[in-house]
C-alpha cells in the first residue's frame, strides 16, 4: 500500500523512495505560524497532525503522513526565510553553535479513531493518527560575513527551515550532528517506518 505524503517537499519524497517506501503525493497549504506561547516541539508536532489531517479527511481508507521540520536556537523557531535579509538573520543566528532540528511526524489511516474519520470537527483532528517528533542536534561552525553572502546568492536557502541544507552546499561548515541524519533533512525515515508498520502500513 502506497503512503499519501502530504507535502510537496521534493527532499522528503526523495528520503521515503531512497527508503523503498512507495509514496503518492498530495500538499497541502497549511500556515505554518505558532502560536502564542507555542513550544517548538508542539509547533511541530501540531503541523504535522493538520496537514496529515487535511488530506486524510478526503482519503480515509489510505495511510496518509504529515511532517513538518524546524530549527530551534535558543528558544526561537526558524522556519523558511522570507526573503534574503531573513535568510542572513537567521544563518547569524546559527554560526558557531549548536541547534536541534525538530520534525514532526503524523501518521493517519484506516480505522484511525474508530468512526471518527467521518467526522470533520477539530475534535476528531485532534484524536486521529499517531503523532510524534524525531530530535537532532547540529553543529555549525563559524560563518563569515562573505560565507553568508556568497551561500545566499545560490539560492539554496531559501525554501529550507532555518535557511541551510545540510545535504547541500551548508555540509561544509557543519563538523558533526547528534541524532538521525534524515531528519536533518526533512523526515526521520527510521520513526516513519517503524510508526508505519506498528499500524500494518508495511
Known amino acids: 500500500m502506497a503512503l499519501v505524503l502530504a507535502s510537496a517537499s521534493p527532499r522528503r519524497q526523495e528520503l521515503l523512495r531512497s527508503a523503498g517506501i512507495a509514496i503518492t503525493v498530495q500538499p497541502t497549504n497549511i500556515p505554518e505560524v505558532p502560536l502564542d506561547g507555542e513550544a517548538p516541539k508542539t509547533f511541530a508536532e501540531r503541523l504535522a497532525r493538520e496537514k496529515a489531517w487535511a ?3 478526503q482519503r480515509p481508507n489510505e495511510f496518509v503522513l504529515g511532517a513538518d521540520t524546524i530549527v530551534v536556537v535558543d528558544k526561537q523557531i526558524l522556519g523558511k526565510p522570507k526573503d534574503p535579509a531573513d535568510a542572513a538573520r537567521m ?3 546559527l554560526s558557531g553553535r549548536s541547534h536541534q532540528v525538530i ?3 503524523c501518521l493517519m489511516g484506516p480505522g484511525s479513531g474508530g468512526n471518527s474519520a467521518e467526522n470533520r470537527g477539530a475534535k476528531a ?4 493518527g499517531d503523532v510524534r517528533s524525531e530530535t537532532t542536534i547540529v553543529h555549525v561552525n563559524p560563518l563569515s560575513e562573505e560565507d553568508i553572502r556568497a551561500y545566499i546568492a545560490t539560492g539554496e536557502p531559501m525554501d529550507k527551515a532555518g535557511a541551510y541544507a545540510i545535504q547541500g552546499m551548508a555540509s561544509r561548515w557543519i563538523p558533526r550532528i547528534e541524532g538521525d541524519y534524515a531528519n536533518v533533512v526533512g523526515l526521520p525515515i527510521a520513526l516513519v517506518y517503524r510508526m ?3 499500524r500494518g502500513g508495511v
Open 55 to 57: 488530506i486524510f479527511k
Open 91 to 93: 544563518l547569524r543566528l
Open 103 to 105: 520534525t514532526g511526524v
Open 125 to 128: 483532528e485532534t484524536s486521529l
Open 196 to 198: 508505519w508498520t506498528e
